[in-house]
């Protein structure tokens, strides 16, 4: 089988989040999990993702999961950026697909300029009390905090401003205490004229991510939040991990539109 490393939500390689990607042949079920666990171990990026053809005439035409090296994920953007990539680069579809996940049938669809669009589920945004002990792990102090509901099960925490989040050195052990999955610190953009209106970091202890590079499923909650607080529904987000990326956001009542493209940056044979 081929497996193939995918930088998601970039236009050049060694940037964006690495994702790997393969593609099973035409089973109509999946390997069984510890052998799943054991290739996304292997592959050892923040998500490692599974993809095999369904049947025709169905709800959906690729079935797909997503490991993390310690997990499996309920919901992961930049994967299914970098599966569909795969699948239109190689010729295996044409047009947009279709993929059975555990989140839904979700819908990625190639742009003439070469992007893809993910149709994805909005994260419900449930205001809470800021958690005690959040700032000293943060190490900064919140605004505002959310939850961001069963799909992704983040904590969303609103900063000062650009400069606090790109300044974060989080205690992420304390962090993987106050959520499910991790944390989102997020603040509104100093300079939209760069080409950005928020700015977001992810840290997912729980699942063994210090720090997500980009992470797509976090701007289902992003892309509510701050189109709430900026009068838009279109947004561009720029996750600024070490090496970054930015998500292209369109909020449509219960899905959000996220765009972004990809790069093949490894292709090999899986030998086991």
């Known amino acids: 089988m081929r497996i193939r490393i995918v930088d998601a939500f970039t236009d050049r390689p060694f940037a964006g989040n690495p994702a790997g990607v393969l593609l099973l042949d035409t089973s109509t079920s999946f390997p069984d999990d510890a052998w799943l666990q054991n290739v996304a171990l292997e592959v050892n990026h923040a998500e490692t993702a599974f993809a095999h053809p369904l049947p025709a005439g169905g709800e959906a035409d690729w079935a797909l999961r997503w490991f993390t090296p310690a997990a499996e994920v309920a919901l992961c953007g930049h994967a299914t950026l970098a599966t569909a990539h795969v699948l239109v680069t190689t010729g295996a579809v044409r047009g947009p697909v279709r993929f059975a996940t555990r989140s839904g049938v979700l819908v990625a669809t190639p742009r003439d300029d ?107 909650a992003l892309a509510p939040f701050w189109s709430k607080r900026l009068g838009r529904t279109d947004l561009t987000g720029l996750q600024a991990s070490a090496r970054s990326g930015r998500v292209r956001t369109e909020l449509r009542g219960d899905r959000t539109l996220l765009s972004g493209r990809a790069v093949t940056v490894i292709e090999g044979d899986l030998l086991v």
Do not use: Q
């Open 114 to 220: 070469g992007s893809l669009t993910l149709d994805f589920p909005t994260a419900p945004l449930t205001a809470v009390e800021v958690p005690a002990g959040v700032a000293e792990a943060l190490g900064a102090e919140p605004l505002t905090t959310h939850d961001t509901g069963p799909n992704i099960r983040d904590l969303l925490v609103e900063l000062a401003d650009e400069k606090t989040v790109l300044g974060l050195t989080p205690d992420t052990v304390s962090l993987g205490r106050h959520s499910e999955r991790g944390i989102i610190a997020t603040a509104r953009a100093e300079d939209p004229s760069r080409g950005y209106d928020f700015v977001s970091r992810c840290f997912f202890p729980n699942i063994g991510i210090d720090e997500d590079p980009v992470t797509g499923s976090a701007h289902t």
